[in-house]
């Protein structure tokens, strides 16, 4: 008696594609799936923000580094001595069974 065994192929894939009416067209370097069942997870496309333009990425880039430079001159941590200590109370940590 014989008996056959299928191996599966498990990977994960990710690609951009536009669904066509609802049609999801695979890569060909996917052809081989083209008969297979599928679990697709679809992550939808953030639109115009997602592909602004070089000037307006470059601004926003420079309104973060002036927010960062501003955080470090700040130095809102400054007055903690004890960081492990500061952020135990901040978790409201207990302590563990059987650990000191």
Same mark, same amino acid.
């Given at each position: ?37 599928? +679990? ?8 115009? =923000?997602? &592909?602004?333009?070089? /000037? !307006? %990425?470059?601004? #926003? ?11 470090? +001159? ?8 004890? =960081?492990? &200590?500061?952020?135990? /109370? !901040? %978790?409201?940590? #207990? ?6």
């Amino acid at each position: 008696m014989s008996t056959a065994h299928h191996v599966a192929r498990h990977y994960t894939a990710e690609f951009e594609v536009t669904a066509e009416n609802g049609i999801i067209r695979l890569p060909a370097e996917y052809a081989d799936l083209a008969n297979a069942r599928l +679990r697709v997870l679809v992550w939808p496309d953030a639109g115009p =923000a997602a &592909a602004a333009p070089a /000037d !307006q %990425r470059a601004a #926003r880039r420079a309104e973060l580094l002036a927010a960062f430079d501003e955080l470090a +001159r700040l130095n809102p941590y400054r007055a903690i001595d004890e =960081a492990t &200590a500061w952020q135990r /109370d !901040q %978790r409201h940590d #207990r302590p563990l069974p059987g650990r000191p």
